[in-house]
């Protein structure tokens, strides 16, 4: 079993990998960080709640990371996902992130295992 922590800024394509990670009997999916980058940080948080709810996964945290890059700006990919990072709508999310700094939920997530745990970064680093 692989546990996973997946860093991602929901847009179509990230959507697929939450799916993917969530579906697999091989992976334990113990969080979600999430950034801007597809879309703003706001609407890439928005959408990985939503996904988690559609999918019946409330029991997913999620973190959110940086509004921006430590230098520079984001270059949002409006043009390929839409304003809201996905063309399609999920029902609004009922849950929320926690309330930790992204480096305190990461943290938190290594040190509740022995186990190995992959962290893979799909949205922008900050």
Known sequence: MQRLLLDVDPGTDDAIAMLMAL???NV???????TG??????HCTRNALSILEYLNRT?????????????GNF???YDYHGHRGIGIRFPKATTSPVQ???SEFV???LSNTVDPVLYVALGPLT
Do not use: F, H, M, Q
């Open 23 to 25: 579906n697999s009997p």
């Open 59 to 71: 029991d997913i945290r999620v973190a959110r990371g940086a509004a921006s890059p430590l230098v």
């Open 75 to 77: 270059g949002y990919a």
């Open 37 to 42: 980058g597809n879309a703003s940080l706001t």
């Open 28 to 34: 334990e999916l113990l969080g979600i960080t999430v």
């Open 100 to 102: 930790k700094s992204i």
């Open 107 to 109: 943290a938190d997530s």
